[in-house]
């Protein structure tokens, strides 16, 4: 039987900021169909990595590969504060040329904030510009999905609205890495790795879905 093809393989990748080495050989494979998490304190180069694995930061050597298009949900909202929510949608929808707006109004419900699509992003609080951010991540539906700490602000019910989504797209055969510094959230991964000092290890205790 044939093995499916990785979402994502990265190999070896290294990062410096000048003499600090954030990341020291860094490899991971991720299957379709699998919700992942990285973990790590503080400063351990978490969100340095997913910015490479995005292609928003040069590696200084190593290799990624990626078997599709992605969505990428950076740590902090890049969002125009002029802007309201529907425009925010319409701008994405050209830059993803999509023919309409139907998934992104359905994560604006499952989301919880569809009474805010005509409300300026100046107005809006810290929670509803990171579920903004997650939907212009999440809207064009690629098969895989790179989110960094895509719940901060988010309140209890759409904390767990969240989670049931990324069970949902992890369902559909999509990938999900997600980076958490949130201890019981690994639980809910079916795999999990920790970066420490710059390098990337498999937590024995979670399996993929694929290897169960």
């Keep these: 039987m044939l093995l499916p093809v990785p979402a994502l393989r990265v190999h070896d990748v290294h990062k410096s900021y000048g003499s ?22 503080n400063g351990s180069g978490k969100t340095t990595l997913l910015r490479i694995l995005a292609g928003r930061l040069n590696a200084d050597r190593g290799s990624i ?4 298009g992605l969505g990428y949900c950076p740590q902090h909202p890049v969002l125009n504060p002029a802007f309201t929510v529907d425009q925010h949608l319409r701008f994405f929808q050209v830059a993803y040329d999509l023919p309409d707006l139907k998934r992104a109004h359905e994560l604006l419900e499952i989301l919880s904030f569809q009474g805010h699509r005509r409300h300026r992003v100046t107005t809006l609080s810290g929670g509803t510009r990171q579920k903004l951010n997650l939907t212009l991540a999440l809207m064009h539906d690629p098969p895989l999905l790179l989110l ?57 205790e979670h399996s993929t879905k694929a290897g169960r």
């Excluded at 600090?20 to 304190?41: Q, S, T």
């Design 20 to 41: 600090h080495r954030v990341l020291r050989g860094v490899d991971l494979e991720l299957a379709p169909g699998v919700l992942a998490g990285v973990v790590g304190e």
């Design 65 to 68: 590969a990626c078997g599709g």
């Design 148 to 204: 960094d700490e895509p719940y901060q602000g988010f309140d209890w019910d759409t904390y767990e609205s969240f989670w049931n989504l990324a069970s949902t797209l992890r369902t559909r055969g999509r990938s999900v890495l997600i980076i958490s510094h949130i201890a019981f959230d690994t639980a809910r991964f079916d795999q999990v790795w920790r970066l420490d000092s710059g390098r990337l290890t498999q937590d024995t």
